[in-house]
């Protein structure tokens, strides 16, 4: 009953969101992808929502509730039953009334099962695509029957673009760039690759005090130059969300120089690659808001190129989603983790997998520990971080880690605003 229930309010509020879109006519900027989609997203709202009175999707839910509940600009909460009825409760002021409504839409798009955006692409049509990158082993890919199935699932989106509209493109992704071909829309590129037409160069971890505290990199486009600084954020993939917000900003000629003071006060998305100070002067890499196998690769990527004193730390969880490619994806990591880094604790049934991987790569087993609970992780961690550590902790949401997170960042006061899932 409760499913028919919430099944019932979910097309209750795809009906209010159709009648919102054609009252208020806004333009839409659609992320896909199956990497980075919430960083790019808010990066994006970072840089225009001043110029192009923008407003953004806060939370990403499943394709159809998320969706529809940033359309109607109340989407915040656990998608309960209170969440359905103040955001139907919204929808009908909307509609009846006559209330300011921003001029553009940021929001991103998922594919949970097969169907999600066929169904969403049958009443949205985007202004603009920004597709980020796609992953050999996606996220989400256990309910569907291979990664091209998926792939296509999110090029109906693309597909669903106006003639007249943009369609950014990940240069340095050939499935990504192979979306050219699915609209007439203009397709513009970014990367860091030369033949993307906004390029990113001589990116590097900024520190002070002996720790990481951002990230800066050459932002490049025909014969123009500008450095670009964003604090609080690491890895490649702030990189990339940097780069899609400013080629868009470009293409519509919004001035340079205020996208690029935006980014320099742009926080990133709780629990996506987010630097926190952690108790004993250590510092936490908190990236507990989802994962996948691409996504924690460049997370350990990003902890490799960290310059530090200290040890570096791992935390991390199960990958879920991933069907029969569970096992194998989870060694890889492994394999990963045991040629690089300090000390693993791993949380979960499936983190066996990356135990088994570390171990085969060379890591000592004395240097591992495996956890089934999140928050008592966080306590036996709290209990060995020493001074100039640097702890990534990264995982799946299911399995909690902002938990392990809460446990040893500096401020628990302040979990509420820097951590995800605390309400």
Same mark, same amino acid.
């Given at each position: 009953?409760?499913?028919?229930?919430?099944?019932?309010?979910?097309?209750?509020?795809?009906?209010?969101?159709?009648? &919102?879109?054609?009252?208020?006519?806004?333009?839409?900027?659609?992320?896909?992808?199956?990497?980075?989609?919430?960083?790019?997203?808010?990066?994006?709202?970072?840089?225009?929502?001043?110029?192009?009175?923008?407003?953004?999707?806060?939370?990403?839910?499943?394709?159809?509730?998320?969706?529809?509940?940033?359309?109607?600009?109340?989407?915040?909460?656990?998608?309960?039953?209170?969440?359905?009825?103040?955001?139907?409760?919204?929808?009908?002021?909307?509609?009846?009334?006559?209330?300011?409504?921003?001029?553009?839409?940021?929001?991103?798009?998922?594919?949970?099962?097969?169907?999600?955006?066929?169904?969403?692409?049958?009443?949205?049509?985007?202004?603009?695509?920004?597709?980020?990158?796609?992953?050999?082993?996606?996220?989400?890919?256990?309910?569907?029957?291979?990664?091209? %199935?998926?792939?296509?699932?999110?090029?109906?989106?693309?597909?669903?673009?106006?003639?007249?509209?943009?369609?950014?493109?990940?240069?340095?992704?050939?499935?990504?760039?192979?979306?050219?071909?699915?609209?007439?829309?203009?397709?513009?590129?970014?990367?860091?690759?030369?033949?993307?037409?906004?390029?990113?160069?001589?990116?590097?971890?900024?520190?002070?005090?002996?720790?990481?505290?951002?990230?800066?990199?050459?932002?490049?486009?025909?014969?123009?130059?500008?450095?670009?600084?964003?604090?609080?954020?690491?890895?490649?993939?702030?990189?990339?969300?940097?780069?899609?917000?400013?080629?868009?900003?470009?293409?519509?000629?919004?001035?340079?120089?205020?996208?690029?003071?935006?980014?320099?006060?742009?926080?990133?998305?709780?629990?996506?690659?987010?630097?926190?100070?952690?108790?004993?002067?250590?510092?936490?890499?908190?990236?507990?808001?989802?994962?996948?196998?691409?996504?924690?690769?460049?997370?350990?990527?990003?902890?490799?190129?960290?310059?530090?004193?200290?040890?570096?730390?791992?935390?991390?969880?199960?990958?879920?989603?991933?069907?029969?490619?569970?096992?194998? %994806?989870?060694?890889?990591?492994?394999?990963? &983790?045991?040629?690089?880094?300090?000390?693993?604790?791993?949380?979960?049934?499936?983190?066996?997998?990356?135990?088994?991987?570390?171990?085969?790569?060379?890591?000592?087993?004395?240097?591992?520990?495996?956890?089934?609970?999140?928050?008592?992780?966080?306590?036996?961690?709290?209990?060995?971080?020493?001074?100039?550590?640097?702890?990534? &902790?990264?995982?799946?949401?299911?399995?909690?880690?902002?938990?392990?997170?809460?446990?040893?960042?500096?401020?628990?006061?302040?979990?509420?605003?820097?951590?995800?899932?605390?309400?």
């Amino acid at each position: 009953m409760k499913v028919f229930l919430q099944n019932i309010m979910k097309k209750m509020l795809e009906a209010e969101a159709k009648l &919102v879109l054609k009252k208020y006519k806004p333009k839409i900027i659609a992320v896909v992808g199956s990497v980075g989609k919430t960083s790019t997203r808010d990066t994006i709202f970072t840089v225009v929502k001043e110029a192009l009175v923008a407003e953004k999707s806060n939370k990403s839910f499943d394709s159809e509730a998320g969706l529809s509940g940033g359309i109607l600009g109340n989407d915040n909460g656990t998608p309960d039953f209170f969440f359905y009825l103040k955001n139907l409760i919204r929808g009908l002021i909307l509609i009846l009334g006559r209330e300011h409504y921003p001029k553009w839409l940021v929001l991103d798009i998922g594919a949970d099962k097969p169907g999600n955006i066929l169904r969403i692409a049958e009443w949205l049509s985007p202004e603009i695509v920004v597709f980020t990158s796609f992953s050999p082993v996606p996220a989400h890919i256990e309910f569907f029957k291979s990664a091209e %199935e998926l792939l296509e699932e999110k090029s109906i989106l693309v597909k669903a673009l106006k003639p007249s509209g943009i369609l950014i493109l990940n240069a340095d992704d050939e499935q990504v760039l192979s979306m050219q071909v699915k609209t007439k829309a203009t397709p513009i590129t970014y990367g860091f690759s030369k033949q993307a037409m906004f390029r990113a160069s001589n990116a590097k971890i900024v520190y002070e005090d002996n720790k990481p505290i951002g990230m800066t990199f050459k932002f490049e486009y025909e014969d123009n130059v500008f450095p670009v600084t964003m604090p609080g954020e690491l890895g490649v993939q702030a990189v990339y969300s940097a780069l899609a917000a400013l080629s868009l900003g470009v293409y519509l000629k919004l001035n340079i120089v205020d996208m690029i003071d935006a980014l320099s006060t742009h926080e990133s998305p709780a629990g996506r690659m987010r630097i926190l100070p952690a108790v004993k002067g250590a510092t936490i890499i908190d990236d507990s808001w989802n994962s996948s196998p691409i996504a924690t690769a460049e997370a350990l990527q990003a902890l490799e190129n960290i310059k530090t004193v200290g040890r570096k730390i791992l935390v991390l969880g199960d990958m879920l989603e991933l069907g029969k490619f569970a096992p194998e %994806e989870h060694k890889k990591i492994g394999t990963i &983790v045991g040629q690089k880094f300090d000390i693993l604790i791993a949380i979960g049934p499936r983190a066996k997998y990356i135990i088994e991987g570390a171990i085969e790569s060379g890591m000592n087993k004395k240097n591992i520990t495996p956890f089934d609970d999140a928050r008592l992780a966080g306590k036996y961690l709290e209990g060995i971080i020493k001074e100039n550590d640097i702890i990534l &902790v990264n995982g799946s949401g299911a399995m909690r880690l902002e938990r392990t997170v809460k446990e040893i960042m500096w401020s628990q006061e302040d979990a509420p605003r820097l951590l995800v899932r605390q309400e």
